[in-house]
């Protein structure tokens, strides 16, 4: 089973960043101003979300909102962004602006959903995990790109901390969930998110029942592949050094992950589909394909409303089903027969739970066998990109950035637990969690 521990976070310091009475934009609702015998931290001009979904022009936005925004540490533009993330570090710590938690604990995270953004529902439990390669106890779901992971490998290395948590759920249904769940708590951090749903982390009094209990769960990785297997290779990094070869497994700082662990039995996580934007491919192929003409896909005009009413949830035993979206506001549902598409899987080296996700037929029947964007092509991210909105895909395409684009269904958690059950991956970009968890609620130190 899964090693789980408390852990000695870094926070952006309740002495510079608590307000006393509570402020507006981070209250509960129906709660009280004031909050006595514990601290508030309003983050919220502080925080941002993890480094793969910034871009150009939020990375501006966040730089110019406070001159302590965590993009300074996640993602700084000017420089070798690296040694500058790693010295801003060590400057806010040294004028305190950051400071180190004075004892291990446990915290609880939880934010809010796009119907109640004021209320944080879908609760986790912030700790520190054991690395461990994937296998019986910490599984992974999807594939992960190399570009990323070099990237994040020496932003890691230089910075000495892991910088956002990484997302891992599992599924239990016992009552002692909601036991252990109870706790009381201390100081709180809170911040709204770019959608203004709301973010919160509390401290938990340490307790070895909430430990044991999260120690006895199977993970799976939902977010977060590439910091997770970032945080592996770092660690080999550190103890092939003879200086700390010997040292016993959970002793070094790197030999641990920070992790939000989320009962995806109990509550109610939101996946979101990632639509793929092509580049590169043959303009004809694209034609017959919108007219039908490509056996065995069929198609039909849609409207765009119609489309993403049509995908909005998984169907695993229906035709798998992509939308198309073409230039001059063209939009085609795209299907092909479940057993037809079944008949195709047989041919790849992929488990039977893989093969029946309309992602994994996404990639094989329509992205290789027709478009011709094979592993390599993907691989090298110039003529395959991603979006998690439907809006952006068009625009892109409207634009000329994108030739087309395809549209797909969200992956659901039961899928996700049978792929990872059987020790298989999906395809990159098969799930994405929303909201995201937020850079700067907490910082994990790797260095000894």
């Known amino acids: ?54 871009d150009t022009e939020l990375q501006r936005s966040l730089l110019a909102r406070n001159s302590h925004n965590a993009i300074r540490l996640e993602l700084p533009r000017d420089g070798d962004p690296h040694r500058a993330a790693a010295e801003t570090l060590a400057a806010w710590v040294e004028d305190g602006t950051l400071e180190r938690r004075p004892d291990a604990s ?153 992790i939000v662990l989320v009962n995806a039995e109990l509550e109610e996580l939101q996946v979101l589909p990632t639509h793929r934007l092509i580049r590169g491919v043959d303009a004809a192929i694209l034609e017959r394909l919108a007219d039908g003409a490509v056996p065995p896909w069929s198609s039909i005009g849609r409207s765009e409303d119609e489309l993403l009413s049509a995908l909005r949830q998984p169907d695993p035993k229906g035709p798998a089903t992509f ?60 003529r395959l990109t991603y979006t998690r909105s439907a809006a952006e895909a068009r625009r892109a395409v409207e634009s000329g950035e994108a030739q087309a684009a395809l549209l797909v269904r969200p992956t659901g958690l039961e899928q996700l637990q049978a792929v990872a059950g059987v020790g298989d991956v999906m395809p990159e970009k098969s799930t994405y969690f929303y909201p995201k968890l937020l850079t700067g609620m907490a910082f994990y130190s790797v260095e000894d």
């Open 1 to 54: 089973m899964p090693q789980v521990s408390a852990l000695q976070p870094i926070v952006y310091a309740p002495a510079r960043f608590a307000r006393s009475p509570i402020l507006d934009r981070i209250r509960l609702p129906d709660e009280p101003a004031d909050a006595p015998g514990r601290s508030v931290s309003d983050l919220t001009d502080v925080a941002c979300p993890p480094y793969d979904v910034i």
């Open 106 to 258: 446990v915290y609880y995270y939880a934010h809010a959903t796009t119907d109640a953004p004021d209320e944080p529902t879908v609760q986790g439990v912030l700790a520190r995990v054991l690395l461990e390669p994937y296998g019986a106890d910490v599984r992974a779901h999807e594939h992960t790109m190399p570009g990323p992971k070099a990237e994040r490998l020496e932003h890691l290395r230089v910075t000495g901390a892991q910088l956002s948590p990484i997302l891992a759920i599992y599924f239990d249904a016992s009552e002692r969930y909601r036991h252990v769940m109870s706790r009381a708590w201390g100081d709180e951090w809170r911040a709204r998110d770019e959608d203004g749903l709301l973010h919160t982390l509390a401290e938990v009094e340490p307790d070895d029942r909430l430990l044991r209990y999260l120690s006895r769960q199977r993970l799976y990785i939902a977010d977060g592949h590439h910091r997770y297997e970032t945080a592996l290779a770092h660690q080999a990094t550190v103890r092939a050094d003879p200086a700390h070869a010997n040292a016993p497994p959970g002793a070094l700082a790197a030999d641990w992950m920070m």
């Open 323 to 382: 939308g198309l979206l073409l230039p001059g506001g063209r939009s085609v549902e795209l299907s092909m027969d479940r057993a037809e598409a079944a008949e195709r899987m047989r041919r790849e080296r992929i488990s039977t739970a893989v093969a029946a996700l309309d992602v994994a037929v996404l990639h094989a029947a329509l992205l290789d066998d027709v478009l011709m964007l094979g592993n390599a092509a993907v691989a090298a991210e110039d």
